[in-house]
């Protein structure tokens, strides 16, 4: 059974800190999503991650993928109130011959001034 | 989202009444997902289509069916609703091929009472 665990489940940081958000999972994929959720939203793509050694910017969020460690990173630069929102990656891995997501448990970001 | 609408939004119902959940899309994209969010658990997979008739089961399945007609339309039913169903359930869809991408709907916030 896939396990993708996330660490820390959730962070408070104060604003232009500096932060790395840990997604680990237990089976071979290359391929990895990064997802941000507001309260009561739907799930907004971030980044797709679909080889190892990926690396991708926007603003200030920057993911990667190393598919030997089984690891991928959110690394959150100089962080601003408006990151604060839960952020979940999912690993991508076929069931039964087809595309199917397992999602870490989320991280809770809090940005305060 | 643009392409994949859930109905109904909101639904309130009793302890042992069947419930079916509607997610429409207009995307033409073969796969569809039902996914349950629940606090701690982060997105857990429940059923999913890979094309009009074919579907499986996901990690959650227990309780829940499923059925898939058109192209365009997926059905989640709870055969007889039971208290630990109260969640929030998002459908998604995949177009064709691996690293294709996801798009969530905005989801179906169900209380059994």
């Known amino acids: 059974e896939l396990k993708v665990e996330q660490n820390p489940l959730f962070l408070s940081m104060q604003e232009g800190k500096n932060y790395t958000i840990y997604c680990n999972y237990s089976t071979t994929s290359d391929r990895l999503y990064w997802y941000r959720q507001d309260p009561g939203k739907s799930l907004e793509s971030l980044f797709v991650?679909?080889?190892?050694?990926a690396v991708k910017q926007e603003g200030r969020l920057m993911a990667s993928l190393d598919t030997k460690a089984r690891l991928s990173t959110l690394h959150i630069t100089a962080a601003v109130h408006d990151l604060s929102a839960t952020y979940f990656c999912a690993v991508d891995t076929l069931d039964s011959g087809y595309s199917t997501l397992t999602f870490g448990k989320g991280t809770m970001l809090l940005v305060s001034p | 989202d643009a392409g994949i609408t859930q109905s109904p939004r909101h639904k309130v119902t009793e302890t042992g009444t069947p419930v079916t959940l509607r997610c429409h899309q207009t995307?033409?994209?073969?796969?569809m997902y039902w996914y349950r969010q629940d606090p701690g658990h982060g997105l857990r997979l429940i059923h999913y289509s890979y094309g009009v008739k074919d579907t499986d089961k996901g990690e959650v399945s227990d309780g829940y069916s499923v059925s898939r007609s058109k192209t365009e339309d997926f059905l989640l039913t709870l055969e007889s609703a039971t208290s630990s169903q109260t969640s929030v359930y998002f459908c998604?869809?995949?177009?064709?091929?691996?690293?294709?991408?996801?798009?969530f709907g905005s989801g179906t916030r169900l209380t059994v009472v």
């Open positions: 991650l679909l080889s190892n050694g």
């Open positions: 995307e033409n994209h073969r796969y």
């Open positions: 998604a869809i995949s177009g064709s091929g691996r690293g294709y991408g996801y798009t």
